[in-house]
């Protein structure tokens, strides 16, 4: 799970920056607050060079599938 700060303009969310942590969140100049852990769905990394957990569609077993930062093919989208 990660941490996610919205980038906001004129009452619409324009872009999202994730985080591993709060503590990394709240480096953030548009950190507004904790927003409890979200999911990411495409590989991104924290500000801190870690690398976020995220989720995927497997055609193979037709449901969704957990990247960690471990994989081989955590790129591949």
């Not at 979200?38 to 060079?49: M, N, Q, R, T």
Request: glycine content about 6%.
């Amino acid at each position: 799970m990660s941490h996610r700060v919205e980038v906001v303009i004129d009452q619409e969310t324009v872009g999202i920056h994730y985080y591993c942590s709060d503590t990394c969140a709240k480096t953030d100049p548009l950190y507004e607050g904790w927003n409890g852990c979200c999911e990411v769905f495409e590989p991104v990394s924290c500000v801190c060079g870690s690398l976020l957990t995220w989720y995927r569609w497997n055609y193979e077993i037709h449901d969704q599938e957990i990247v960690t930062p471990d994989a081989w093919d955590y790129w591949v989208v």
